[in-house]
């Protein structure tokens, strides 16, 4: 038996029963076999994707309406989405099949678990987390992905020069992520605060829910040193 069998890790999501349409059950049965990489700790994302083209991974695409239209935008730049629930996985398939894209597959797995595993070391070029799972009382907040150990994780397996683009309509999450990335250091704009967002990134669902509450959105885009920090 090992430890995760006596202490379950915490997880930033809670896998429901998922309500999944027709279309998208099809969806997934039919092209699963085309765009899904296998979760499989013993191997490296690069059996996959060429060691030498740029590689950008996104946390948790919910219906993947941003993660295709960048994709679509980027031709040269290879994708991999990460997320847990199927229907969502099943509506980004049908788009990547619609939109005939060549460089985006997903693997449905626990992100966390597909970085420790999966990604080598400073082999990425980007990470995209936007609007991650809020967990709003105050007893939940450990669920949060963007912790300490998550800015360590992405950082080590950032190429230098890579980035952590993190978008969220939490002010008290957007605050602790400055906080965490100022406390970590290593980033080369830990900490200078909010930026706006860059202009290549589309809008998502959640940003759209979050935007009819009135919340003001909250942008975070960290970079790898290139050299050593001055
Ligand atoms: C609030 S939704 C945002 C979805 C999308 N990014 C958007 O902005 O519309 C967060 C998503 O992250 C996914 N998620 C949460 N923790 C995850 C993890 N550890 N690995 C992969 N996906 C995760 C959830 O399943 C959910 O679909």
């Known amino acids: 038996m090992d430890d995760t069998s006596i202490h379950p890790p915490i997880r930033s999501y809670v896998l429901r029963q998922a309500k999944i349409s027709r279309a998208q059950k099809e969806a997934y049965e039919k092209y699963a076999p085309f765009y899904l990489l296998p979760y499989d700790p013993e191997k490296s994302v690069f059996d996959y994707f060429p060691k030498d083209e740029p590689l950008v991974v996104e946390i948790g695409f919910g219906m993947g309406h941003a993660t295709v239209e960048i994709a679509k935008s ?3 730049v290879h994708y991999l989405g990460l997320e847990v629930h199927t229907p969502g ?3 980004l398939f049908a788009r990547i099949h619609a939109d005939k894209l060549k460089n985006l597959n997903v693997i449905k797995r626990d992100a966390i678990e597909v970085f420790s595993t999966m990604i080598p070391r400073e082999s990425i070029n980007g990470v ?13 907040h450990k669920r949060r992905i963007f912790q300490q150990s998550f800015l360590e994780l992405v950082f080590e ?30 980033f080369k704009n830990s900490g200078d605060g909010f930026i706006n967002p860059k202009s290549w990134r589309p809008m998502t669902s959640f940003e759209r829910k979050g935007k009819a509450k009135n919340h003001e959105i909250y942008e975070l885009y960290f970079e790898k040193p290139d050299g050593p920090l001055m």
């Open 128 to 140: 995209h987390l936007f609007f991650p799972d809020p967990w709003q009382k105050k007893k939940h």
């Open 157 to 186: 397996k950032l190429r230098p020069g890579g980035y952590l683009y993190a978008v969220t309509d939490w002010e008290d999450y957007a605050q602790q992520m400055l906080e965490y990335s100022r406390d970590f250091g290593k």
């Open 89 to 91: 996985v099943g509506a």
């Open 74 to 76: 980027n031709p040269s």
